[in-house]
């Protein structure tokens, strides 16, 4: 080809494709019919409702646009969460626009699945309700913990129906907890644990950062007792057989033998009750107490447990010494034969070391606690094994999938004579082996009232627009089975409830409710005092009893399968929500997939490699699944989180990951607590490999300045040069990694013996961001908050193995490399430098440096050369290598403030511009400046930590410019001298 | 216009034929009309190709932008005037459009507000009828789109309203049309007034996001 062929073509090809690149815009405005007083097109209005991912129940405020809620936030006024939200709590709208989602109830028949309608469905229900009669549990109901009213009207039903209490299913129950509390004090209740009053928080295996009683909450006050504070923070001591999120967090994480937690703690109640004999402890508790203990030690249960004598001794001497100590027993994912003995001793020990029970507080007990044991459930399992029940109505739980017994329940519900009714907005693994599925609303659509702690009232209202036709379960309920109901409807219903129980009886005090998301007190409740049981005695005999388990598992070639609830799943009702399965794992960094996680020794064993499929043999089931190797798990173990692996439940779930529940032998404790380490019995490689989708670089920094941390009293010791400019770790500035100084992205940062580039001056505002090193506990609320509010695209697992994921705001997690187990988050986003690479590569201005300091990226300008990318040292710059989809009805999701990607641009975090914009707007209104705070990106808004924090950095009072000041204070990979406007505080480490 | 464009083409094609038929001599069409026929009929094919051709490109023009529909907007749903109702009656633009001091968007006006009126104005003219029928019937109509704006920008009508700039100044003459014609807003439309206005200029600042 010619020069003259060559440029006729090139001009041919890029007129053709100029001429194909237009947009297909809506052709049709539609108008209302009636317009809503509320609703102004264009502008957000904000409903309050209640989080139903989870029993804790958290606040949420729904942000409306059109008719369509775009985003939840947390609602500040709710005492649970106060105004912040986990990652479940923000995907909550994924499965109300879930593709997968079912809008007419369906039938199994002969042929298959039939829609019906809802009205058949309502008269079909009752006909099996009649045909089932009445008595002898011939109608069963299984439900999802579910508020007091609902409580109060499935009560009422099983009376109708004269049949037993329904089942409230909950996979991961606290029965050992209640069965602690009961045999001890009387309570049988989950209470609130005051996490920020302690001094010394001692865990053994609590995950209560991630899935434990309620996350949001306990991410709150930990960090009110964990953060450092005028050069003080409590002590996180933590003790479990894998390293958790929760392990992750601690200032020490001891990993223990499985099942050795009841042995520790017996010889530490043990230590105390001998040392520490100043303490109020009852005669009538000490004296059985001390014979309950009496064979245990603290040696022989360091050696039992695996972990160093000295270590335990010290941690034995810090119990005694601590002002406040408080102990948090196991966890749903470290439940073994002892289960109930380690939650009783957990309990004893907090008795021996505060016999006033002060930071454990019965007032406001958990919903949860009401929760069905597991016995309970394995009853009403069996009957239906037997074929005793008629008619069977589950509602919202999923039990094939989260009972180790679900292949029989899905064979008795298949090949049984009995009709089962599965309410459920999804074809899950149960409902596709019910006989009836029946969506109903879900809790952003519908009138109910929900008190994840009991007397604490959350009030759900329908926070959009009717986009189907199905009713509420309450409606369903009431037709269905009264066949005179007192009050009309649910809603009806709900009211009446709520004027004799809670007291609202005019209308003034409802829409107060409503508005303020639920009926809160404004005083904290009197804790309530405890007392100890009467037949203590037998209670503690369980505890004499509890047994170290056998010392072979270590060296044999037998593995321990723990089951861990998954931050992102939690039982696994979130694993069809795409951001959920998205945002990897918080410590495995793994998405979409499923991975076993083993210790390097594990791994020689059997002679396999990270990536390398192994199959899981145990005595109930088999499992393939990747290896993932850490050395943050006892060698006898394998971890599974659950919550994946559905054999139905949407495109985003099914055939994704692998079900660890399947191989657990479904045992349970003498209280009924599901044991969720099981035995395998054989483990071994497939010789297949895969690829696995994680999406960090390397587990370690290579010693560059990232994540820093510092121990306490370091930095303040080393002090600053004076002024905002001071040099990091107390040397003289320099040019060198460990000398650069902090230079903000303001004048002042610029020095003429460094820089080249002319000084930006800044028009009112220069926006800048804090990230409290010391405050993040890796969760990823901020990272699917984002994914929310910017309308990112899903890539799914494949482009994620090719590392093309498209995450704004990532968190990374670098391993210590002289200890692994300990390990920073780092949320990693846009640093929006002055001095900004990727603005002086692009050879179209398409990074452009805004008057407030901003990196903008123009996507209409970028023309997809990807050297800005390069160029970026935070690799935060995502290039859309496709159109991403939003399946029907995924796309209503989408905020309308901001601009959806298209193939071949680059994006990145803007600081969430939209929200900048409408700050402006209302300052300018108002003819005043933005006031500090008054801007809160997703990010920042949603963090349960308090981690983030967004400002001008320009005003010297603004509480990013006060942070600035802080000894902590650097800037990730400053000395680039790129001058970001994330300022990191490093995180605060010390020794235990 | 319409007139003058058609004369002219018409005067050209015979200027055309006869200075083939003359052989570039025009006089000779009155000294020489015999060879000039002759001439004619020698050149009928290309004569006949270039008539063709002449008259089909008026015909086309005719027929796309002689039409009264050409000078006006897309037929709508309902035969809404804005000449009539801005115009005429000089009803606010706000009266209809409501938010736009408020919000981004200017809003439409729901059905019922239209049978706010219309319930006791022609309430029985065909097209009222139209719009009973979308009210009874709990039906949105569908106005056609006319104003276009690239997908990656967002406009901000408030801004605008509360900068005291007029409706008219982006979108024309409204109260003199009756189908608005309406116009796809390009980026140096914006530019050009934001400098004149010593506006914000930022991408993300100002439009973008």
Known sequence: MDRRAFLKTAGMGSIAFAAGCSAKPEKTLYSLVKAPDDMVTGKEAWYAGTCRECPAGCGVLAKQREGRVIKLEGNPLHPVNRGTLCMRGQAALQAVYNPDRLLRPQLKTDEGWKEISFTEAEQLLGRKAAAAGKGNGRTRLMSEVVGAPMQALLTDLAYEWRTGDPVYFEPLSHESLRAAHRNVLGEDALPTYHLDQADLLVSFGADFLETWLSPVEYARRFKEMHAIDAGHKGIFVHLSPYQSLTAANADRWHCIRPDSEATLLKALIKYVLEKGDDRMLPGKLRKPLAEAVADADLDRAAAVAGIHPAALAHLADRLLTAERPLILGGGCGTAGASSDATEMAALLLNLVLDPQLSRIDFSRPQNLGKAASRTAVNALVDDLVAGQIQLLLIHNCNPVHTLSRGAEIARALDEGEGFTVCFSNFMDDTAAHADLVFPVQMALETWDAYDGKIGELSLSQPAMGKRHAMPAFGDVILKTAFRDPAAGDYQAWLLDWLGKQAGVNEMGTWIDAVQAGGLFRDAPPKPKSVSLQRGLSTALEALSEAKPPAATAADADTLTLATAPSIRFFDGRGANRSWLCEVPDPLTKVAWQSPVTLHPEAMNRIGVAQGDVVRLHSETADLEAPVYASEAIHPAMALMTMGQGHSAYGRYAEGVGGNPIALLTGDTSASGQPLTLAPLKAIAATGRRIKLAHTDGSRTQYGRKIAVSTTIGEDAAHGHAKGDGHAAGGHEAGLTMETFPLTLPLPEGYDRKRDIYPVHEHEGYRWGMIVDLDRCIGCGACATACYAENNIGIVGEERIIEGREMAWLRIERYLDPHDPSRITFFPLMCQHCDNAPCESVCPVYAPHHSKEGLNNQIYNRCIGTRFCAQNCPYKVRRFNWFEWQWPTPLEEQLNPNVTVRTKGVMEKCSFCIQRIKVAHGHAKDEDRRIHDGEIQPACVQTCPTGALVFGDLKDRQSRVRQMVKDPRAYQAMGYLNIKPAVIYLKKVLQEI | ?209
């Open chain 2, 1 to 209: 216009m319409e007139l003058l464009i058609t004369s002219l083409s018409l005067f050209t094609l015979l200027a055309i034929i006869i200075l083939i038929a003359t052989r570039g001599r025009p006089m000779r069409f009155f000294t020489a009309f015999g060879d000039t026929l002759m001439n004619l009929w020698t050149n009928r094919g290309p004569l006949f190709w270039t008539a063709l051709t002449v008259l089909l490109v008026l015909g086309f023009l005719f027929y796309f932008y002689t039409p009264p529909q050409s000078w006006v907007g897309k037929a709508q749903p309902i035969a809404f005037s804005h000449h009539l109702h801005s115009g005429v009656k000089n009803i606010q633009c706000e009266y209809c459009h409501p938010y736009v001091g408020r919000s981004i968007h200017p809003g439409l006006p729901p059905v019922e507000k239209c049978l706010h009126c219309h319930n006791y104005i022609i309430a029985n003219h065909w097209e009222i009828r139209k719009e009973h029928n979308y009210y009874d019937t709990n039906t949105p109509t569908p106005w056609r789109k006319v104003n276009y704006l690239a997908e990656h920008v967002v406009f901000n009508h408030q801004r605008h309203i509360k900068k005291q700039v007029q409706c008219v100044e982006c979108h024309g003459q409204i109260e003199k049309m009756d189908r608005i014609k309406g116009k796809h807003f390009y980026m140096g439309f914006c530019i050009k007034c934001h400098r004149e206005r010593n506006a914000n200029l930022d991408c993300w600042l100002a439009c973008h996001s």
